[in-house]
């Protein structure tokens, strides 16, 4: 997919250079840091390959592109900010730069720099879909924050929460290729279901290897979830399947009393014990093959094989 979309999107990385420049130079600066950080740039890939798919052969995706990444990068500069980060992207996180207060302030302007993109393109449609996603995915982190530390959440709960974190954008932007290019109900609806999959196969990789990887490969600090005492599949499953001795131990880790690196230490093994890891990563496979069966009713093409190799990537990578 990188390939396919790789000339359109030195026009949405343009875009995205042309829209975070302000005359304060903290704004571009703090933007930047983010923004040039090595980031896959996946959901405006989504936009550009969708758009390939259906044949679409005009511009317009290219600044919706750009306002998809705006609203990405925003919610990640409030994050960092809400979870007290210290890595993004292997290097210092923003808010430990420049501080909390600028950091969430530089989000709030990409977010208006991604709603004056969506404003040019014109469509009513395109803004519903992407001025919706934005709201759900304020929910979903809000959900999640009111889910941290209680050992209690459930699988189903957990589902819901990075569907609409995580999830809604990458549906979104796939969606709006359709719309752009006319497409049929059928055809906008197949690429929602495809983003959607995907979006939840990519966090359930995620949070897999947050007690499967090193901090050098994933770019952020091991055991941030641990830690932060976030219920995550990996830790629902293994504190399903512990005895009561384990169970008690993933209570008051979750519940911030155990959090030291010989406890991360200990939550991991308890995982492996359980094959939680082994196990998330099996669902994030289903919802990756669900993602690339939505792509069934398009002929088969260049693109199309992009988009089912991408959906193979999220759940093999190891980063």
Not at 209 to 225: E, F, Q, W
Not at 253 to 259: D, H, L, R, V, Y
């Amino acid at each position: 997919m990188l390939a396919l979309t790789a000339p359109g999107m030195n026009q949405v990385n343009q875009v995205i250079l042309d829209r975070m420049q302000s005359e304060v130079p903290l704004i571009p600066a703090l933007a930047g840091h983010l923004i040039s950080g090595g980031g896959k740039r996946l959901r405006p890939m989504l936009t550009l390959a969708g758009a390939e798919l259906v044949g679409y052969s005009g511009n317009r995706h290219y600044k919706l592109a750009a306002a998809v990444e705006f609203i990405h990068t925003a919610t990640l500069l409030h994050d960092d900010v809400v979870d007290g980060s210290d890595l993004r992207r292997g290097k210092a996180a923003a808010n430990i730069i420049y501080g909390n207060p600028a950091t969430v302030l530089v989000g709030d302007f990409l977010f208006s720099r991604s709603f004056e993109l969506m404003t040019e393109d014109g469509s009513l449609k395109v803004l519903k879909i992407l001025s919706g996603a934005s709201a759900i995915i304020a929910e979903g982190e809000v959900d999640q924050l009111t889910a941290q530390r209680k050992i209690d959440t459930s699988e189903e709960r957990y589902l819901h929460i990075i569907r609409a974190k995580t999830a809604a954008l990458f549906a979104a932007a796939s969606r709006i290729a359709a719309v752009v290019a006319e497409c049929s109900d059928e055809q906008e609806q197949a690429l929602d279901e495809y983003g959607r999959n995907l979006g939840v196969a990519f966090q359930l990789v995620d949070d897999a290897l947050d007690y499967d990887s090193n901090a050098a490969a994933m770019g952020k600090d091991r055991g941030d979830d641990f830690r932060e005492g976030k219920m995550t599949l990996p830790v629902i499953l293994a504190y399903a399947r512990g005895s009561a001795e384990e169970r008690e131990f993933w209570k008051a880790a979750i519940g911030g009393f155990k959090i030291s690196d010989a406890d991360l230490d200990h939550a991991i093994e308890l995982i492996d014990r359980h094959h939680a890891v082994d196990d998330t990563k099996a669902r994030a496979r289903h919802f990756a093959q669900r993602a690339i069966d939505a792509l069934s009713i398009f002929p088969e093409s260049s693109a199309r094989q992009a988009m089912t190799q991408a959906a193979l990537f999220a759940v093999a990578r190891g980063y």
